[in-house]
């Protein structure tokens, strides 16, 4: 049974930082690409950043590049997302998950990656305010 934790989420300021972990069960970790996504009240959810388990290739979606880092500790299963210079629009519930890729090469991964076993955990809530 595929089971996805995260934590670490909370209250941060405007410029402040906060880092999210998942850690999961259930399929051979390393098999998998993992994939942060997140969830804005009122707005479906997408796709933030993943990581190859060779932990060699991360990509980011456009608003979180040079400010988010996803990493990742396979000895663990568990997958991290440290978000700096928080800005209000990255509030929402974040969710983790082993992810695939509807299209290879897409021109835009994050539009066309999915949970890969539709699993969802109950997600990390960052509110930003001062």
């Known amino acids: 049974e595929v089971q996805v934790v995260e934590s670490g989420g909370g209250l941060v300021q405007p410029g402040g930082s906060l880092r999210l972990s998942c850690t999961v069960s259930?399929?051979?970790?390393?098999?998998?690409?993992m994939g942060w996504f997140r969830q804005a009240p009122g707005k479906e959810r997408e796709g933030v950043s993943y990581i190859m388990t060779n932990e060699v290739n991360t990509v980011y979606t456009d608003s979180v590049k040079g400010r988010f880092t996803i990493s990742i500790d396979s000895a663990k299963n568990t997958i991290y997302l440290k978000m700096n210079n928080v800005k209000p629009e990255d509030a929402g519930v974040y969710y983790c998950a082993p992810v695939i890729f509807l299209q290879i090469g897409a021109a835009s991964p994050m539009d066309v990656m999915r949970n890969a076993f539709e699993v969802w955990g109950r997600g990390a809530p960052v509110t930003v305010s001062t």
């Open positions: 259930g399929f051979t970790f390393d098999d998998y690409t």
